[in-house]
């Protein structure tokens, strides 16, 4: 138990679908990511958001759409997605927008497996 | 050039051996330094941080952290098979949220 927690951990949609994962932190952290993994390919990141508000956002696709209501809570809605995007998506957080280097470090949840089909 | 550069392996070692798992960074203003262990099918979870030149130990665990020549190491003592895995190395500046990963090596420890 990492005290971040993703659902669902796994989803098969078809590519003419909408659906969202989900994230929630339970570390008192205000700054939250997504992360795509696929296979043989580094840690790419899709979004960060910190304190609520996006700061960061690393060329994707319009189809994946993200929302964070609070500080607790991250969404990535899915929607016309391509077998390409059949992947592990990573939600993770971190106490902040580090001004130092030892406080940047980020705990990922269990992950939700994405099957484009 | 990719930013952070791992040796994909498979990296194999006997039980028992020392494990040496290496990463090379392209970005000089990094100064924070993770390693991260993944199970098959599981999330990353974080094994060590360094961020002073030199070597941090803890237990089995020892990373050590060269900044002027960009490289950074794990060393596992004692290798068990519950070692096998696959680590990532990631670097980060401290000034912000987007952190850079490796691909990976994978490790195996045969008993």
């Known amino acids: 138990e990492t005290g971040v927690t993703q659902t669902p951990r796994h989803l098969v949609m078809g590519m003419t679908n909408k659906k969202s994962l989900k994230c929630e932190q339970h570390?008192?952290?205000?700054?939250m990511y997504w992360y795509k993994q696929s296979a043989k390919k580094p840690l790419e990141l899709m979004f960060v958001y910190n304190f609520k508000e996006q700061t960061e956002n690393n060329s994707v696709p319009s189809r994946f759409s993200p929302e964070c209501p609070n500080s607790s809570h991250l969404f990535l809605h899915l929607h016309t997605l391509q077998p390409e995007d059949s992947a592990l998506y990573l939600c993770?957080?971190?106490?902040?927008?580090?001004?130092?280097?030892?406080?940047?470090?980020?705990?990922f949840g269990e992950g939700s497996w994405l099957t484009v089909v | 050039q990719k930013e952070v550069e791992q040796n994909s392996g498979p990296l194999s070692v006997p039980e028992g051996a020392i494990a040496s798992l290496n990463c090379t960074y392209s970005d000089r203003g990094s100064q924070s330094f993770f390693w991260y262990r993944q199970y098959s099918g599981k999330s990353p979870e974080l094994i060590m941080s360094?961020?002073?030149?030199g070597d941090k130990e803890d237990g089995r665990f020892t990373a050590q952290l060269n900044k002027a020549s960009q490289y950074v190491s794990l060393l596992i003592r004692d290798s068990q098979p519950s070692d096998s895995a696959t680590y990532l190395c990631?670097?980060?500046?401290?000034?912000?949220?987007?952190?850079?990963f490796g691909a990976g090596t994978r490790l195996t420890v045969k008993p």
């Open positions: 993770a957080s971190s106490k902040r927008l580090p001004d130092r280097a030892e406080g940047n470090t980020i705990y």
């Open positions: 570390l008192g952290h205000n700054a």
């Open positions: 990631a670097v980060n500046r401290y000034n912000n949220n987007d952190m850079r």
């Open positions: 360094i961020y002073s030149n």
